[in-house]
């Protein structure tokens, strides 16, 4: 049906044929002709006919035999659009599997950044966060920040870029995994691009398109210039055509040297003759009421259609000369029954048939495939949505209207998505697209219902929506925004509207948001425990501890028995090296919530934290006794077993531990660690194998194979494989200590000592790499080099700086490096199980 309905639309497509010409003949022209343009753009005002011209330019592709995906406003970042043009081209049979398996890692390592308060040692302080970040920007990791790198003196950027790193490592573990959540693009472009040009050899062309580009450009445009113009992702495919269409003009110096492969497609309203041919295909031909769809209209393509879709066909059709083009396309209408379907169906944000049920009353239920063909309505994701300029006066219409209808429209709506949340259970909650989406559409239509009884609860919902990380929490202030817009309340908007912009300074984890909570008089005091508590989760990830104790403090003087304030402050107490205050919070939480594991596993995370590997196991059993379905206990545990030299334990608790999560990839890799230390070469490499293609991008998995071609003795094998580490990670400082051994084990001595300076330049408390120095130094007979290097590292040691910093301080990775999966305590905690 949905086919039908489109071939029918594309059947009225009106005008537009010079660009649909122009589009057309570039298939025509060799790549390598001067003529041929790489990147088209459509721009307009909104109502133009821009949607419907892609829709008409996709098809013209597909017939050239093009691989196509068309994104829209419904992806949010750069990372969502790769899944969606993922998804879109397995669709058409060319799965980009590699690119799947990467996102997969992104957006759990993305999550555990921003929902897993982590223990990661002394870091820097949440306004140092600043220019750390824009130090990241300046060496070129974090595009469009060079406003804010020019004001900055360069030693703080390259300082700040070191502390930001340093801190997500401490909390992730794994560089890569650190690379991946700082600056996914850098490691997931590439792998695109792989998979690109991979489907592309295999097909005539490729065609992207993105629509509502007003709305998306503002994250997409500087990455898709830079695939377009540079290499510094790979080379996209040259048969590779990508169309931009949105409002506006686009700025003449934002693409450099545009003219040479970028053909501009304005759009301006219909012509006179279009819209009359337009309006005699619909049948619509009395001189007079021509003349009054032109006027109404705008000769705006959508209205235009709108109100030809209708059919008047005398001048008393024509009415109030003074109401709007949908005032009249809904007076053209003849059916009540439809009039009512196409007002009701305006209510919902988006729409598939089952929501349109929920929206109507009546006999309307069975238009939805009447509603689904007129000419306002685009299809976006498998759903439908109206267009703005249609769907705001529709609702404009209802509320001034009659707003009794126009509330019981909204309640029974959110009633039908509070069945849905509840059908979608409770275990993940906003962790949980499948129960996040509902929620959002049910509050919305709450606010739209009653705004001020509503937004108590939503305010509650907030909190929940800003625990789990910028990006849920900008879902739930977009909601607010638009319900605020569509109810014609302007405080709520403007409320909604101040939160997304809080929202854009990531760095600051949503703190600005809660504190602006904090300041409504509908919270209650159980409400304000819940703020702080998320609150010190957003400081902790922004690596302001004072603020985060403080934040604790202040819920526990509210409510000293919450359990939750107890966990958070022991993990920041951990987090500054207090051990013994991190314990003291871990025994008053087990005293509160006796026989749960979250204390005992905790308590085991401190003391294998602090280097007290037997103290760790002995916690680590308890949690296990009481939590056995934890993978994330297991793998602590074996590490700590590893470190006590209980190699065999060790690869059982990773066993087991893969036995409940296959997909587990630390514990993989630190499995294959423990079996090359005891020469199970071959199994190692299994492992890591697995581990690779879980996350091909982990420059992690590269190191570990270079130490077991290392403990194997194959040393050339082992320097390339660090080497590989090296090239997606340049600031792996382990990779580069782990080589100057294997080198130094080739007789090349000097590279060795040239790794091992940059390796303790990089992590100046790298206590195992200057011990490694001090003994090419002293076999060089360069004694006073060696003792200074010895001294520097008893000196380190004494201070448990190496141990804080997560340096290696022998075979093993250091505990602290150790990456694992934090996973959502039991209950409702604000933050996850900590683990390096």
């Not at 500087?222 to 949105?246: C, E, I, M, N, Q």
């Not at 001048?315 to 009540?336: C, H, M, Y």
């Not at 130094?744 to 790794?755: C, I, K, S, V």
Request: charged fraction near 25%; aromatic fraction near 8%; hydrophobic fraction near 45%.
């Amino acid at each position: 049906m949905q086919e039908l309905i489109r071939r029918r639309k594309r059947a009225g497509f009106v005008g537009r044929r010079a660009e649909l010409a122009v589009y057309r003949r570039n298939f025509d022209l060799p790549v390598e002709d001067e003529r041929h343009r790489f990147v088209f753009r459509v721009h307009g005002d909104a109502g133009v006919g821009k949607t419907s011209l892609v829709r008409e330019l996709e098809q013209a592709a597909r017939e050239r035999g093009a691989l196509a995906a068309t994104l829209d406003e419904g992806a949010d970042s750069v990372p969502e659009v790769l899944g969606a043009i993922s998804e879109a081209f397995a669709r058409q049979g060319w799965p980009l599997k590699a690119l799947d398996r990467i996102l997969a890692t992104y957006r759990r390592r993305r999550h555990e950044a921003e929902a897993g308060g982590a223990d990661t040692g002394a870091g820097p302080s949440a306004g140092a966060l600043v220019t750390a970040r824009a130090g990241l920007a300046g060496i070129g990791l974090v595009p469009g920040a060079s406003l804010v790198t020019a004001a900055l003196d360069p030693v703080e950027l390259a300082e700040g870029a070191d502390r930001l790193r340093g801190a997500l490592s401490a909390r992730l573990g794994r560089q890569e995994d650190v690379q991946l959540v700082l600056d996914p693009l850098r490691v997931l472009t590439p792998v695109f691009v792989e998979e690109l040009a991979r489907v592309a050899a295999q097909v005539p062309w490729v065609a992207l398109f993105f629509d509502t580009y007003e709305r998306t450009g503002a994250f997409l445009d500087g990455w898709l210039r830079d695939l377009v113009t540079t290499d510094r992702y790979g080379a996209l495919p040259a048969t590779t055509v990508l169309t931009l269409s949105g409002q506006g003009r686009p700025d003449p110096l934002a693409w450099p040297a545009a003219a040479d492969y970028v053909a501009e497609l304005p759009l301006e309203p219909f012509t006179e003759d279009e819209a009359r041919q337009l309006l005699a295909t619909k049948g619509v031909v009395d001189e007079e009421v021509v003349r009054d769809v032109l006027r109404l209209s705008g000769r705006l393509p959508v209205l235009v259609s709108t109100l030809a879709g209708a059919r008047p066909a005398t001048p008393a059709d024509i009415g109030d000369p003074s109401a709007t083009a949908v005032e009249r396309f809904l007076k053209w209408e003849p059916d009540p029954v439809r009039r009512s379907a196409a007002l009701e169906g305006a209510l919902p944000r988006r729409l598939d048939e089952d929501v349109f049920r929920a929206a109507v009353t009546g006999d309307a239920a069975g238009l939805f495939g009447w509603l689904r063909s007129l000419p306002f309505v685009r299809d976006q994701g498998g759903r439908i949505k109206y267009h703005d300029v249609v769907r705001a006066p529709m609702l404009r219409l209802q509320r001034t209207a009659s707003p009794q209808r126009w509330r019981a429209g909204h309640e029974r709506l959110a009633a039908w998505y509070a069945h849905e949340v509840a059908a979608a259970g409770s275990e993940g909650r906003w962790r949980d697209e499948a129960w996040r989406e509902p929620r959002l559409e049910e509050l919305y239509h709450r606010l739209c219902a009653d705004p001020a009884g509503a937004f108590g609860q939503v305010l509650r919902d907030g909190i929940e929506a800003c625990r789990q990380g910028t990006v849920t929490a900008g879902h739930w202030a977009r909601m607010v925004a638009e319900a605020g817009e569509d109810a014609h309340r302007e405080p709520l908007r403007k409320w909604g509207a101040a939160c997304l912009a809080a929202l854009t300074a990531e760095h600051r984890h949503g703190v600005d948001v809660l504190g602006m909570m904090l300041a409504r008089p509908e919270l209650t005091d159980a409400d304000r425990v819940a703020v702080y508590v998320a609150r010190a989760w957003g400081y902790f990830r922004a690596e302001a501890y004072e603020e985060c104790l403080a934040d604790h403090r202040r819920a526990l003087t509210l409510d000293a028995s919450c359990a939750d304030a107890h966990h958070g402050r022991a993990v920041a107490h951990r987090a500054v090296g207090d051990y013994a205050a991190a314990l003291v919070d871990l025994d008053l939480l087990e005293a509160l919530e006796p026989g749960r594991p979250r204390a005992p596993r905790e308590r085991g995370e401190t003391h294998r934290r602090a280097g007290r590997y037997a103290d760790a196991v002995t916690e680590l059993d308890r949690a296990f006794t009481l939590g056995p379905g934890d993978a994330l206990i297991l793998g602590s545990r074996g590490q700590a077993k590893a470190q006590l030299g209980r190699t065999a334990e060790a690869l059982d608790d990773f066993d087991r531990a893969l036995l409940i999560d296959p997909d587990y990839g630390w514990a993989l890799v630190r499995r294959a660690h423990v079996r090359g230390l005891l020469g199970d070469t071959a199994g190692a490499l299994g492992d890591l194998d697995r581990a690779e293609r879980l996350s091909p991008s982990w420059a992690w998995v590269l190191g570990e194979r270079g130490d077991v071609y290392r403990f194997a003795g194959r040393y050339e094998e082992a320097v390339a494989a660090y080497g590989r580490a090296l090239a997606l990670d340049p600031g792996y400082a382990w990779a580069l200590g782990s080589r100057a051994v294997a080198l130094a084990e080739l007789g090349r001595a000097g590279e060795a000592l040239a790794d091992l300076d940059r390796a303790v330049a990089m992590v100046p408390g790298y206590v195992w790499a200057y011990e490694q120095r001090a003994r090419l130094h002293r076999a060089a007979g360069r004694e006073e080099p060696a003792l200074a290097d010895l001294a520097r590292a008893a000196h380190l040691r004494a201070a448990g700086e190496g141990a804080a910093r997560g340096i290696p301080p022998g075979p093993f990775p250091a505990d602290e490096d150790d990456p694992a999966y934090p996973g959502t305590p039991p209950g409702p905690g604000p933050g996850p199980a900590v683990q390096g």
